[in-house]
């Protein structure tokens, strides 16, 4: 069963490029990866989702090397409001099986 | 477009009571919904997973007459915490799978219910 792995937190400052690596050596054929940025006292937000390769949407890139044991998410230019917890998320499953292994989450602070 | 209510936003009971949480897909359907708890500080917990008409299938050392699942739409799941105690309280939320997406690791989440219990 795949386990993720995520730094606790890390900081940055507005206009900086950050990136956040989530591990998951045990990563499975099916599964798929998924990040979430959650606010206090708020549901997740879906964030991007990403097989193998490179992924890029309006707000993020997933970069996610050959091999799928890790994964980093890659925020352009950063803004206070991006200061939230960030959450990988590796699924996999249809019907009424899944595997859901949610990381532990990495407590993002930007700094003016 | 996808978007999960949750009702109520918070609530608080007394000890001994039972509370019922709504969970609803507005703008979709969904055929399966998810429900997480989540303490201070922590990550979400997978309390368990339902299917539109059938039965929910419990994570382990979630205590299935405990906290009863019932998914009778494809836009309606509701979550109910029986007898519920102090230790019960925490923030619990729920999100939904559209079934018109293939990647069960996209799921759109409610707002979330904080329920404290005296």
């Known amino acids: 069963l795949a386990k993720t792995t995520q730094p606790i937190s890390m900081d940055s400052y507005e206009g900086q490029e950050v990136n956040i690596t989530c591990s998951h050596n045990?990563?499975?054929?099916?599964?798929?990866i998924t990040w979430y940025q959650q606010f206090p006292s708020q549901g997740p937000r879906f964030i991007i989702q990403?097989?193998?390769?490179?992924v890029t949407n309006e707000v993020a890139s997933l970069f996610i090397p050959a091999d799928r044991k890790s994964s980093t998410l890659s925020l352009p230019r950063v803004s206070l409001s991006d200061t939230a917890v960030y959450y990988c998320?590796?699924?996999?499953?249809?019907?009424?099986?899944?595997?859901?292994?949610w990381g532990a989450g990495t407590k993002l602070i930007i700094k003016p | 477009g996808a978007v999960v209510s949750q009702h109520p936003s918070w609530v608080i009971c007394k000890s001994g009571t039972s509370v019922k949480i709504e969970c609803r897909s507005l703008?979709?359907?969904?055929?399966?919904m998810f429900w997480y708890r989540q303490f201070p500080k922590q990550s979400l917990m997978l309390m368990a997973t339902?299917?539109?008409?059938?039965?929910?299938?419990?994570e382990q050392g979630v205590e299935k007459d405990k906290f009863l699942i019932n998914h009778a739409s494809l836009t309606l799941s509701t979550l109910t915490v029986t007898s519920a105690h102090p230790e019960d309280s925490s923030f619990y939320i729920c999100?939904?799978?559209?079934?018109?997406?293939?990647?069960?690791?996209?799921?759109?989440f409610g707002p979330g219910t904080r329920l404290t219990v005296l």
């Open positions: 339902s299917n539109e008409g059938s039965k929910a299938t419990y």
């Open positions: 045990n990563i499975a054929t099916n599964d798929y």
């Open positions: 999100s939904a799978r559209d079934r018109d997406r293939v990647y069960v690791g996209e799921q759109f």
């Open positions: 998320l590796v699924a996999s499953g249809e019907d009424s099986n899944y595997q859901l292994i």
């Open positions: 990403g097989y193998k390769t490179k």
């Open positions: 703008d979709f359907q969904a055929t399966t």
